[in-house]
């Protein structure tokens, strides 16, 4: 592919000056329609070193209002970004809805530098490939409009290039050990961009190899193409509308249906208070032992908890969270998404949660109210709720490739336990802050909400990140099953290492 790159082509100086004022201004135009519709925009540019990537990224600054775009400088990850999935400093950086994000170099260090460098075994750098495809996706499916250059020289430029970088001492710097070094590398560095190209450049999110002999042609090549990537989004959304979020309809019984995975539960499952206490203080014990193995093996924790009104989920966090160092451990509590949560792509707020690795992270509820609450209420549409099951489990499977442990619970009571919980919580003064209107209107919509659940239970437990369903008429039986499993699940990981 490179090889059939013309590295001759130049603009004249009139044609420049004649066309290049006016992409300036349609940039900016751009730029506020996206703000205005609500479009993300991720620009990135990777190539050779002394490409021009600076030169391009402060030209485009000068144009754009500073007010709507963020510059990202990336570099080898720091020592707390080396803690956690190696996607999470970029779902980080993320573009809000209507803004821009430039990445001078990206998330292809890992298949570029990294494999280069030796940093990384090729299992490694080839898995980070269908991580980065998975990304991109989830991002240009909902709406970020996703810009690649690839700045292109040949070796014999380049070499000119970092020449006359070191005549001059203000500019010497940008040429050391490290860049010659890959310049004696060129050909092994072609094969390893060439691979990138062709693995990753998708209808969605494709690549743009340009021509960067010249200043002049570089920028209106880069110009043009950003300009034409906003516009076709802008486009699209003009002529094909999202559709509306609709509530979930009624389901209709089915005679094939049979019984579900929540029907076959022995909801009569208890636990005596004796018992319970004597098996709580062992758990507890044995929770702390591991906590302090799972920090010292560096092994990464996420404990998800989510489940019926009522069902118990506060109780059986705080039972965890007693047997537990607090320096270890956080719990985030997931409510509606605020403001600024809604402009961002739906996981971009859970992957800022995860923990670092050593840590342990509980979620009172997660992600997966997009396909609960969210489809169930309408708040998103059919097409979001839909792919976020393949969402959900990339995620989940991202984080157990770093190695991360996923204990998911779902806490299940049945209709009659659910009242009983609700008049309690209502006929009591110090609980009355638990039950709402909300939680009543939630009751009227059992059998939806009980579709939606084995949605997700047969399509999200996973062989990495299986469910746990808790039955939790009796509140003691669940703690005690909860506790357990997040044991035996951290010392299967403990034992593996």
Request: charge should be positive.
């Amino acid at each position: 592919m490179l090889e059939l790159v013309d590295l001759d082509k130049r603009l004249s100086k009139d044609l420049y000056a004649k066309v290049f004022s006016k992409l300036e201004q349609e940039l900016g135009a751009c730029q506020r329609a996206a703000r205005k519709a609500g479009v993300p925009v991720v620009i990135i540019f990777e190539g050779w070193d002394a490409a021009g990537k600076g030169t391009i990224i402060n030209r485009l600054a000068q144009v754009l209002d500073p007010r709507g775009f963020k510059v990202h400088s990336i570099l080898r990850p720091t020592k707390n970004e080396r803690l956690h999935p190696w996607l999470w400093r970029f779902w980080d950086a993320l573009p809000a809805d209507g803004t821009f994000a430039i990445f001078d170099r990206s998330w292809y260090r890992r298949v570029l530098g990294d494999r280069i460098s030796g940093r990384l075994p090729r299992d490694r750098w080839q898995a980070a490939y269908e991580h980065i495809e998975q990304f991109e996706r989830q991002l240009a499916d909902a709406g970020t409009v996703i810009v690649k250059f690839w700045l292109h020289i040949s070796k014999k430029e380049q070499r000119r290039r970092f020449k006359r970088l070191e005549e001059t001492a203000a500019t010497a710097w940008k040429v050391g050990r490290r860049q010659w070094a890959n310049h004696r590398r060129y050909d092994e560095w072609t094969d390893a961009v060439e691979e990138m190209l062709q693995r990753t450049s998708t209808p969605r999110a494709p690549w743009t190899i340009v021509e960067s002999t010249q200043g002049r042609f570089r920028r209106t090549k880069v110009f043009e193409t950003v300009i034409r990537a906003v516009k076709e989004e802008l486009e699209r959304r003009a002529q094909s509308p999202a559709p509306k979020p609709q509530p979930m309809p009624t389901p209709e019984p089915s005679p094939t249906d049979g019984q579900s995975v929540l029907d076959r539960l022995d909801m009569s499952l208890s636990m005596e208070r004796d018992e319970y206490e004597r098996q709580l203080k062992k758990l507890h014990k044995r929770l702390f032992r591991i906590e302090h193995e799972l920090y010292a093996q560096r092994i990464p924790a996420v404990i998800a908890y989510e489940g019926v009104d009522a069902g118990g989920k506060g109780g059986n966090i705080k039972r965890l969270t007693r047997g537990l160092d607090p320096r270890g451990y956080e719990v985030v509590p997931t409510g509606p998404p605020t403001p600024v949560e809604k402009s961002q792509h739906y996981l971009w707020r859970f992957w800022r949660k995860i923990p670092k690795a050593g840590h342990i992270t509980i979620f009172d509820r997660t992600w997966y109210g997009r396909v609960l609450v969210e489809r169930v209420e309408g708040l998103c549409t059919e097409a979001e709720w839909r792919r976020a099951y393949r969402e959900i489990n990339e995620f989940e499977r991202q984080l157990t490739d770093f190695g991360t442990v996923i204990v998911k619970f779902w806490l299940h009571i049945d209709q009659e336990e659910q009242l009983r919980r609700f008049q309690a919580r209502q006929n009591a003064p110090y609980k009355q802050w638990k039950i709402t209107d909300e939680d009543w209107r939630n009751r009227e919509k059992w059998p939806k909400y009980e579709v939606a659940v084995i949605d997700v239970l047969n399509k999200t437990s996973t062989t990495n990140a299986p469910w746990t369903i808790l039955e939790a008429n009796c509140k003691l039986y669940a703690r005690i099953k909860a506790l357990r499993t997040v044991a035996e699940a951290i010392e299967d990981a403990l034992a593996k290492r």
